[in-house]
């Protein structure tokens, strides 16, 4: 049973993309769906990619460039699933990922958030192991990536990603987590 929708926005990043994607192949296929959403690429490569991948039946929504955070509430709008996961062109995702964090969501109906540790890849090789959820700590700094699953009913609850917050930033994630925790919302490593 289809279980997660992975939400992926792409604007000009085809080549991660595939990279994304290719991450997924190891997990349990039944498990999920994915949701690619197109945030206005121009990039004669990305757009190649985005054609290739329709062809072979993954959903593409295509829409205007609109920044991360309303990408992001897109790909969440169109899925049909209890739980979300946004996977950004440039993360990759560990093969047990999806059946742990789904089997704590199963079990737990009071956790909302499930991150896990950070494995940073390329010229680095590295894992940032995180702390358990600590709202002092979160309030200090962000240190739950924007790549953990989610009930989409906690999303609904707080009102999606904040489209307001500008892209180059890179807090929209920040504050979608402390918008969580601020309506009560319990995370889990």
Known sequence: MTKITIVIPCYNHGHFLL?????????DRD??????????????????ILA??????????????????NAR??????????YILPLDCDNKIRPNYL?????????????????GNVHYFGEQDLVWALPDFDLVHLLARNYIDACAVFRKTTWQKVGGYDEQIPDR??????DFWLSVAEQGGDFII
Do not use: M, R
Request: overall charge negative; some cysteine; proline content about 3%.
């Open 19 to 27: 990279e994304a994607l290719q991450s997924l192949t190891l997990c």
């Open 31 to 48: 498990l999920y769906q994915v949701v690619i959403v197109n945030d206005g690429s121009t990039d004669g490569d990305t757009l190649a």
């Open 52 to 69: 290739q991948l329709q062809d072979q039946g993954y959903f593409i929504h295509h829409q205007t460039n609109n920044g991360l955070a």
């Open 73 to 82: 509430n897109q790909g969440i709008k169109l899925a049909n699933t209890p």
């Open 99 to 115: 059946t742990k964090s789904i089997a704590i969501l199963d079990q737990q109906p009071n956790i909302d958030v499930v991150y």
């Open 169 to 174: 930033l890179g807090y929209e994630d920040w």
